[in-house]
């Protein structure tokens, strides 16, 4: 008497996580996709109007407006924005900050409902995200991937100024031309970024949807643009020695390595060599955490900066002065 083999449970279960995770991937892409567009921006000339740029965009708001990358609108006012269901707006330009590499357009009251957004300071490295935009201009088009890492940083300039995008999160998530400003989600179908760079093969990067961006956007919708305070030093991360840890209750702190010439820093005294601890009562360790103190609120309010200099510590009263938007 012959008897069946018995089935392997191994690949069965291989077959079920699949299964799970393409699921997963489906119901994202299934909700996510009709809150994208396809946008592009345009230029006027004698001849008429013509192209200056493409990505994509993500709606947020139900009267219409969209969210996407400051560099995929750079010198525009006018568009259009093509939804995955085929129907389209004009868009007109709202605010840009080049150095969140944020916009915000305008088109018409939209026929789907807005995206959710979510909070990438939830994120972990291997989280499963999924890319939805129009790279090469392919519309609706989804890639699937995981977090491979935080707290990256781009190096952005704005005249003179230079900063960096901060919290930028990592991803192996395919992303190609024309996938700026288009949608990172995760499993619940939140928007917890907006694609805005390819670094290179396999590396994908994204704007994080958090509480500094979510200001960031509140300053574009009200005013068009960020306003910002500056302090005009130059500094970098260093780790404190063992000492210094003891004294000072802190393992990191940023080191002053060029203080800009008239700037409030150099009035309030601060100097090369300088370690900065804290300001306004706050650990900084990396520029990003000093950063996110330097919106409009702190234009022009004392600012009290504690430093180690020669081994003791100093407080120094800075006031920031706003920065200028270009030159």
């Known amino acids: 008497m012959s008897t069946a083999p018995a089935r392997a449970s191994g690949p069965e279960r291989g077959d079920d996580a699949l299964d799970s995770y393409s699921e997963t991937v489906i119901r994202v892409a299934s909700t996510v996709t009709p809150h994208v567009a396809a946008i592009e921006m345009t230029g006027t000339r004698r001849s008429g109007r013509f192209r200056v ?28 924005a093509v939804f995955a269901d085929g129907s389209g707006t004009d868009l007109e330009m709202v605010g840009a900050d080049p150095l969140s590499d944020l916009a915000v357009v305008r088109g018409r009251a939209p026929r789907v409902a807005p995206a959710e ?3 990438a300071e939830s994120l ?15 519309a609706g088009s989804v890639t699937a991937g995981v977090v491979s890492g935080l707290g990256r940083a781009i190096p952005v300039w704005a005249g003179r100024n230079r900063r960096v995008i901060e919290d930028v999160i990592q991803t192996d998530a395919a992303l190609n031309a024309g996938s700026s400003g288009g949608a990172l989600a995760d499993a619940r179908s939140r928007i917890v970024g907006i694609n805005t760079a390819v670094a290179g093969a396999g590396l994908g990067l994204a704007v994080p949807i958090n509480k500094t961006t979510r200001r960031i956007i509140s300053a574009l919708l009200a005013d068009g643009r960020v306003r910002r305070a500056y302090l005009g030093v130059v500094s970098t991360p260093i780790r404190l020695g063992p000492n210094e840890v003891v004294r000072t209750g802190q393992r990191e702190g940023l080191r002053v390595v060029e203080v800009l010439p008239g700037s409030p820093a150099e009035k309030a005294g601060l100097r090369v060599g300088d370690v900065l601890l804290r300001a306004s009562t706050r650990p900084v360790s990396n520029a990003e955490s000093l950063q996110k103190l330097l919106f409009a609120d702190a234009i022009g309010a004392p600012m ?20 200028a938007e270009t030159g």
Request: no cysteine; proline share 3%; charged share 15%.
């Open 53 to 80: 740029g493409a990505g994509s965009a993500v709606l947020f708001t139900e009267d219409g407006y969209l969210l996407t990358n400051a560099h995929v609108v750079a010198g525009t006012q006018k568009g259009r």
């Open 117 to 119: 957004f979510g909070d």
């Open 124 to 138: 972990r490295v291997g989280q499963l995200v999924v890319a939805v935009g129009n790279p090469l201009g392919l």
């Open 304 to 323: 009290t900066l504690v430093v180690l200099r020669d081994g003791h510590e100093l407080e120094i009263t800075a006031v920031p002065a706003e920065m």
